[in-house]
């Protein structure tokens, strides 16, 4: 199974290379993968900055849990209520 979710393309976001724990969550849900296939690349790096850019371990934990809830139960493109990625330019 790792072989096969490793050949699996996912698309990065504008700045940021997907990083591996975002991948595991996406991957783990066909429709959450292809949610993000279908959001912008500028989206794609929206959520991938607003997951990776916290101090904590545990903020990042659960910020993918809300981008779990967030972009499959809510059908959000980008993180709510969030300045937006500085690494953009």
């Known amino acids: 199974m790792a072989l ?4 699996i393309k996912l698309s990065d976001g504008t700045a940021h290379k997907l990083p591996p724990d975002m991948r595991k969550v996406i ?7 292809a949610m ?3 959001i912008t690349p500028l989206a794609r790096n929206e ?6 850019s916290v101090a904590k371990a545990e ?3 659960k910020h ?8 499959l139960k809510r ?3 980008r993180p709510c209520c969030w ?6 330019g």
């Open 27 to 33: 991957l783990a849900n066909p429709k959450m993968q």
């Open 36 to 38: 993000w296939e279908d």
């Open 4 to 7: 096969l979710t490793k050949s």
């Open 64 to 71: 993918l849990h809300v981008m779990q809830d967030k972009m």
């Open 83 to 88: 300045m937006g990625c500085p690494h953009r």
């Open 59 to 61: 903020t990042r934990e």
């Open 47 to 52: 959520w991938i900055c607003w997951t990776t």
């Open 75 to 77: 059908g959000m493109r």
